[in-house]
C-alpha cells in the first residue's frame, strides 16, 4: 500500500503565498507522475498541476504563471508553491500518486486532503 501525508495549508490574504508539501510511502517501487488537485464543495475534483517522472509540468490554465509545481524523486515528494494567491483558489487540495508498487501493482492513491482558503 502507499500513504500520502500532505501539509502546508491554511489562511491567507488574496495576493499571499503558500506551499503545499506531499510525501508518499510505503511499498514503492516507482512513482509515475505526482500532480495536485483540488476540489470544492458541489464541483468535481479539478487537477491543478502533475509532474511525470521524466518529462514537462502541466498546469490548469487557471494557475499558469502563478503557482509551481516539483518533485524530488529521491524522497518521493511533491510540492506546489502557490504565489498570488485569489479567493478562487479557495478549495481542498489533494496530492496524487501514480505508483508502482513493489508487489507488481500500479496504484492511484490519495492524500487526505488540506484546505486552503484565500479571504478578500
Known amino acids: 500500500q502507499v500513504q500520502l501525508v500532505e501539509s502546508g495549508g491554511g489562511l491567507v490574504q488574496a495576493g499571499g503565498s503558500l506551499r503545499l508539501s506531499c510525501v508518499a510511502s510505503?511499498?514503492?517501487?516507482?512513482?509515475?507522475?505526482m500532480g495536485w488537485y483540488r476540489q470544492v464543495p458541489g464541483k468535481p475534483r479539478e487537477l491543478v498541476a502533475s509532474?511525470?517522472?521524466?518529462?514537462?509540468?502541466n498546469y490548469a490554465d487557471s494557475v499558469k504563471g502563478r503557482f509551481t509545481i516539483s518533485r524530488d524523486n529521491a524522497k518521493n515528494t511533491v510540492s506546489l508553491q502557490m504565489n498570488s494567491l485569489k479567493p478562487e483558489d479557495t478549495a481542498v487540495y489533494y496530492c496524487?500518486?501514480?505508483?508502482?508498487?513493489?508487489?507488481?501493482?500500479?496504484?492511484?492513491?490519495w492524500g487526505q486532503g488540506t484546505q486552503v482558503t484565500v479571504s478578500s
Open positions: 510505503g511499498s514503492i517501487r516507482s512513482i509515475n507522475i
Open positions: 496524487n500518486a501514480q505508483c508502482l508498487e513493489w508487489v507488481g501493482r500500479t496504484s492511484d492513491s
Open positions: 509532474v511525470p517522472s521524466i518529462g514537462r509540468t
